[in-house]
């Protein structure tokens, strides 16, 4: 599988993890706080910074009863309206092209997740590198028609989809032009919680589809985008905001600076340590080679004496016979003297 490139990034395996730092609808309607999240992200050492490109008119109908009212008591946003919730948290259109020219200053990537045909169109007049698929619109097959037909690299969040479902969309969007595909596993709870993140569908994602495969996460901390990384995810999208105390539509389950720096530092640690097969010392090791065991005189022995458990032992460093050889030289007489703490070698011996 050939590396994907969005913007300056190369993406795959041979690469340290993408990051992605998801704003959402964190920035609580300030520009000003928009910026300074991405300010923070760039500080942090995200790869990317992503948007939503949304109005709460092309998300929903303005209706407050019944499926359009959020009334699940485990729900951050128990009480409102879905129409409500999607007017909070939207990103104003018109924020858009100074967001951007923002984040490509500060040398980050951005991209939006669009979320209707009119987004798609109003950001391609942006020139945006790639696009996202949130998990809730995986199964919208127009929209992501409408998204792989102009040819950028594709991520599809998984969240809740069956196997068929992303069968479909994943069909959908190559049928429709789309070459550099990247589905991220996603668990659609917020937040979500380790035991219901099953990230070992990772490397099962990439067998069945071909593809490159992350994390969209949210649960907290980085403990879950670090495993992902262990087992094969080459992009990690975590919510992002400047203070998870200062409240918004997302903040109880974004990353704060600090964490969002440790995600970036922890999954490259990951992905270094990851490496290849291979047995044997390392180069690095070369040097340690020495303080292995080897079997060294403990007590001086005189010409003719006999080696026997009394005179020798099996300890550090190696300079000497390796342990194999102990039940070997036991009963053997040696040829010259030898003072304590030599190590034993084979020509010891008569």
Known sequence: MSSIRIGNRAIGADQPPFIIAEMSGNHNQSLERAMAIIDAAAVAGAHAVKLQTYTADGMTLDISEGEFFISNPGSLWKGKSLY?????????????????????????????????????????????????????????????????ATGKPLIISTGMASIAELHEAVETARGAGCRDLILLKCTSTYPASPENSNLRTI??????????????????????????????????????????????VDSAFSLEPQE?????????????????????????????????????????????????????KIIRPGLGLAPKHYERVLGRKVARDLKRGTPLTWDAFF
């Open 203 to 248: 490397p099962h994602l990439r067998d069945l589809f071909g593809c490159e495969v992350g994390l969209s996460d949210h649960t907290m901390g980085v403990g879950g985008a670090v495993a992902a990384v262990a087992l094969g995810a080459t992009v990690v999208e975590k919510h992002f905001t400047l203070s998870r105390a200062e409240g918004g």
């Open 84 to 148: 409500e919730l999607y007017k909070e948290a939207y990103t104003p259109w018109e924020w858009h092209p100074k967001l951007f020219e923002h984040a490509r200053k500060l040398g980050l990537i951005v991209f939006s997740t669009p979320f209707d045909e009119t987004a798609v169109d109003f950001l391609e007049k942006l020139d945006v590198p790639c696009y996202k698929i949130a998990s809730f619109e995986n199964n919208d097959l127009p929209l992501i028609r409408k998204v792989a």
């Open 260 to 312: 969002l720096k440790a995600l970036v530092v922890e999954t490259e640690r990951a992905w270094q340590a990851l490496g290849r097969v291979r047995y044997g010392a390392t180069k690095a090791e070369e040097n340690s080679k020495v303080f292995r065991r080897s079997i060294y005189v403990a007590k001086d022995i005189r010409a003719g004496e006999t080696i026997s458990p009394q005179n020798v």
